[in-house]
Each structure stands twice: as structure tokens, then as C-alpha cells.
């Protein structure tokens, strides 16, 4: 049996098991995220995280959804792990870089009458090319891929985002029946090659969106920092909201803006929940 240090972090209540392993990285991380991840005999989250060195960026980021495939990036544990390696003494920095399977984050601490407030992350340009999101050839509009699907009977449009990860942006409200019973069929569609994260958006407003999110690979989340961004390019793009946007999720909200460049920051909580050791048998 090994016993494994670990924190507990969420951000807007998008959940992950953190593990600072700067040397030593433990083996079999799918299945450790599947052990850990479990709500009932493990610790709890929705996936796992493992921050490690990095030979191109201050630290590095490897993470697994609960159901042990391997996510290629996260917005609200991006934030998480800003606030843990400072608060860990990992570095005194308050802008440093993160390395993650979709390229390399920039990070900054924002501090508030000298306690930390939130933390902001570049999320890089989004990617707006189809075959890059990836998702299957389809009409173009707005400068964005779309697909008009009929979904148990009701006819929606998907818009395709790339933030790191695939989106497929709705932009309706459906009810919880519809929302459980075909988010994993919007996730698995045939358009996405590599499957997908799936928002459902209402606008409120030039400066405001409300998301629900089904999140690739874990189902339902109370918040996706990458669906956030992917949501608020989108709603941008397509003349819905200016290009400062509030993204009200059922775990809180997230500003997304774009600056000059063209890139997504995205800014929000991140809460340390707890720290533990768990024993894994393996």
C-alpha cells in the first residue's frame, strides 16, 4: 500500500485531487485517477492533477479526468496550481509559466491588500480552424465552424472552439432532461474526432453569458475553465457580446476577455480545500 500526499482544490467547484511531485512522479496515473477521483472510495474530484517539473516552464501540469483518460489542459486547475506552488513556497513569483499538453500557460498571481484575490491565466489565441479543433468539415460562419444537428428531435447548431481541448457551443437553454440524457451524445457525436466538451449558453447581456457545462471524459461539471473561454469567444464572434464577458457557471463565474493580441485571459477563484494522504493499493 503507498501512501500519497495530496490537496484538495476546486475552482467555482470543478473539483481535482492535486499531487506536488517535483522528483518523483508515481506510476500508473490512469488508474490512480480513477482510484482517487471516486467520490465514494476515494478522495473525490473530477480528475486528477500532478504538477512536476518542467524542462520548458516554471512547472508542469499532467492531469486525468475520473474516468482515466488524459486531459490535455484545464483553465480552473490552471488557476489551482498557481495558487498551490505559491502557497507551497514552490516559487515567490507572482507571474511564472505553466506547461501543459496544450502548450505553455502564463500565469498571474493577483494579490489585494497583500493577500491573494484570483488568478488570471492566458489562455492563448482560440483555435477557429475546424481541422484543428478538431472537428469534421462543416458551413462557416462567423470565422467559426458550425454544424446544424438534430438531437433527439430538436435542431440545434454547434459552433466549434479549440481552447487546448474541443467545445461545442450551443447557444440555447434545455431543461435537465434533455441536458442528462444527451450530453454524452453531443460529447460522442460523429463530428468530434477526439469527442468533446458541450456548453449550453444563454446570453443575459453585451457583457454577460450563463453556462452549463458537460465536460469530455467526466460528465457534468459546476464549472470548465476552457469551456468558459471557449463559450466567450464564441459569443464574441458571433456579434453576441462585446469582448469582456462575464461567464455565470453553476459554481460562480469567470471573466474572459481578449486582449490586444487576441488572446483569451481568463480570471476566477481558486480555493484550497483541504490536504491528506490517501493509501493506494497497487
Known amino acids: 500500500m503507498k501512501k500519497i500526499e495530496f490537496d484538495k482544490m476546486h475552482g467555482l467547484g470543478n473539483d481535482y485531487v492535486y499531487l506536488t511531485c517535483m522528483d518523483n512522479v508515481p506510476e500508473h496515473l490512469s488508474e490512480l485517477a480513477v482510484a482517487i477521483s471516486d467520490r465514494h472510495f476515494g478522495v473525490g474530484g473530477d480528475g486528477l492533477v500532478v504538477i512536476t517539473r518542467s524542462d520548458i516552464a516554471d512547472f508542469r501540469m499532467i492531469m486525468f479526468n475520473n474516468d482515466g483518460s488524459e486531459a490535455q489542459m484545464c483553465g480552473n486547475a490552471s488557476r489551482c496550481i498557481g495558487r498551490l506552488v505559491y502557497e507551497k513556497g514552490l516559487t515567490d513569483k507572482h507571474e511564472f509559466t505553466l506547461e501543459t499538453k496544450a502548450g505553455i500557460k502564463e500565469i498571474r498571481l493577483n494579490f489585494e491588500d497583500g493577500k491573494l484575490k484570483d488568478v488570471s491565466v492566458n489562455m492563448g489565441k482560440p483555435i477557429t480552424e475546424g481541422r484543428l479543433v478538431p472537428v469534421v468539415e462543416g458551413e462557416t460562419e462567423d470565422g ?13 447548431k454547434v459552433h466549434a472552439v479549440g481552447m487546448g481541448n474541443p467545445h461545442g457551443v450551443i447557444f440555447e437553454e434545455v431543461d435537465e432532461e434533455f441536458f442528462m440524457k444527451n450530453g454524452r451524445v453531443l460529447e460522442h457525436h460523429e463530428i468530434w474526432p477526439e469527442k468533446a466538451n458541450i456548453e449550453f449558453i444563454k446570453v443575459v447581456g453585451p457583457h454577460e453569458i450563463k453556462m452549463r457545462v458537460w465536460e469530455r471524459g467526466t460528465g457534468e461539471t459546476l464549472a470548465c475553465g476552457t469551456g468558459a473561454c471557449a463559450s466567450a469567444v464564441a459569443s464574441m464572434l458571433t456579434g453576441r457580446t462585446q469582448n469582456d464577458v462575464k461567464v455565470k457557471m453553476r459554481g460562480g463565474e469567470l471573466k474572459i476577455s481578449l486582449n490586444e493580441k487576441g488572446e483569451v485571459i481568463m480570471t476566477g477563484e481558486a480555493v484550497h480545500v483541504a490536504k491528506g494522504e490517501y493509501y493506494w493499493e497497487n
Open 144 to 156: 467559426l465552424t458550425v454544424h446544424n444537428l438534430v438531437i433527439d428531435g430538436r435542431p440545434m
